[in-house]
């Protein structure tokens, strides 16, 4: 079993910057793959960024391209996502996700584990 802790949410203005964390525990991170989605009110949950296990291989939704960079840190056990350049419509609870199965699993959003997931509001 693994658990997944967001944290680093928060409030910011448009073109602002945001770093959001995700702890893990319970099984060896390194084997891990590692992703963020996002949901906003109304909307679906949505594919954001992943990562695979060596931090090596990365993949972004097309939205984010550019503004957004997921890394990791298997020392502490930590991913994360940099958020550059936000716009209101970045505003949505991002949710941390993390398989032991690879990059494509977390990106097909079919992740074992699952964070409770950290409100970003980003203000016009």
């Known amino acids: 079993q693994v658990q997944l802790v967001e944290s680093g949410g928060g409030l910011v203005q448009a073109g602002g910057s945001l770093r959001l964390s995700c702890g893990a525990s319970g099984r060896t991170f390194m084997t891990l793959a590692m992703g963020w989605f996002r949901q906003a009110p109304g909307k679906e949950r949505e594919f954001v960024a992943a990562a695979s296990w060596s931090g090596s291989s990365t993949d972004y939704a097309d939205s984010v391209k550019g503004r957004f960079t997921i890394s990791r840190d298997n020392a502490k056990n930590t991913a994360y996502l940099q958020m550059n350049s936000l716009k209101p419509e970045d505003t949505a609870v991002y949710y941390c996700?993390?398989?032991?199965?690879?990059?494509?699993?977390?990106?097909?959003?079919?992740?074992?584990?699952w964070g409770q997931g950290t409100q970003v509001t980003v203000s016009s």
């Open positions: 996700a993390a398989d032991g199965a690879g990059i494509r699993t977390v990106r097909a959003g079919r992740s074992d584990y």
